[in-house]
């Protein structure tokens, strides 16, 4: 998956998997997420959010399944 940049003072970039349903979120602090069952609409609302960490945080981290590992 290609991840994008974002503007966020916790969150690095952001990738998402429309057919398979999974978003990828690299954090500033090296962990990469990777979250599944993950509807179209909460990515595109993580985009265009005001606050893209706080949208994170409040409706996606500890919505869906998830692990995590190292990207830097």
Same mark, same amino acid.
């Given at each position: 998956?290609?991840?994008?940049?974002?503007?966020?003072?916790?969150?690095?970039?952001?990738?998402?998997?429309?057919?398979?349903?999974?978003?990828?979120?690299?954090? #500033?602090?090296?962990?990469? +997420?990777? $979250?599944?069952?993950?509807?179209? !609409? %909460?990515?595109? *609302?993580?985009?265009?959010? #005001?606050?893209?960490?706080? +949208?994170? $945080?409040?409706?996606?981290?500890? !919505? %869906?399944?998830? *692990?995590?590992?190292?990207? #830097?």
């Amino acid at each position: 998956m290609e991840h994008t940049l974002v503007k966020s003072s916790s969150l690095h970039s952001v990738a998402y998997n429309k057919k398979a349903e999974i978003l990828e979120v690299a954090m #500033k602090n090296g962990k990469l +997420y990777r $979250f599944s069952q993950v509807p179209a !609409t %909460f990515w595109k *609302e993580l985009m265009i959010a #005001k606050s893209i960490g706080k +949208y994170f $945080f409040n409706n996606i981290k500890d !919505t %869906f399944p998830s *692990e995590f590992t190292t990207w #830097k």
